[in-house]
């Protein structure tokens, strides 16, 4: 739907001579990616504020996007299934982490969650599909970067732990252990 309205400023933005002709192409992309990243940002803080959950919410987007980028795994094949199937994921991780904060041994039970999480992505990732396929570089870059956002992840969710906000380290451990389903179903199917 707003590709339509996209195409029609695009066709603005030429006629008007404040984009070349041959460049159309690149800014109808780089607007609908905006449009994309831009609606998700807003249907996260929706459902954050919704499930009184905000910062949890935006812990887990940044986390989640700060990793998967890399990663690769199980993509959608239509943009709106992606988007829906995003949505639902988030609903998920943020009703499993209200419930997964009365479990006793909380501690132990995400460090085991974020230990299987971490070698599984350690050991697949990263993943190409029939849209964005890795030669040899890549992977080797992809595979540096998921090292140093794992690194990085971990060291966050190791200091929210330290400093009592358990609530905020374990959204990020679920975003870590939905990124490793997601490796394995890129793997499988």
């Known amino acids: ?23 159309k192409a690149i800014v109808k992309y780089g607007l609908i990616v905006f449009c994309e990243i831009l609606i998700n940002v807003l249907t996260t803080i929706v459902i954050g504020l919704i499930f009184n959950m905000f910062y949890e919410s935006i812990i887990f987007l940044c986390g989640f996007s700060f990793l998967r980028s890399y990663t690769g ?12 199937f995003s949505t639902v994921i988030l609903i998920l991780a943020l009703v499993v982490n209200k419930l997964i904060l009365d479990i006793i041994y909380i501690e132990f039970v995400l460090s085991i969650l974020l ?21 040899e570089d890549e992977k080797i870059y992809f595979k540096k ?5 794992l690194i990085v992840e971990i060291f966050l969710i190791i200091a929210l732990f330290l400093l009592n906000y358990i609530y905020l380290s374990s959204i990020l451990v679920i975003s870590i252990f939905i990124i490793s389903i997601l490796v394995v179903l890129g793997k499988v199917l």
């Open 73 to 84: 795994g199980y993509h959608a094949e239509k943009g709106y299934i992606c988007y829906i």
């Open 145 to 149: 970067r998921i090292r140093l956002n």
């Open 1 to 23: 739907m707003f590709k339509m309205y996209i195409d029609r400023f695009v066709n603005i933005l030429v006629k008007s001579g404040k984009c070349k002709e041959e460049d």
């Open 115 to 135: 230990i299987i999480s971490v070698v599984i992505i350690l050991l697949y990732a990263p993943v190409d599909n029939k849209n964005k396929v890795l030669d």
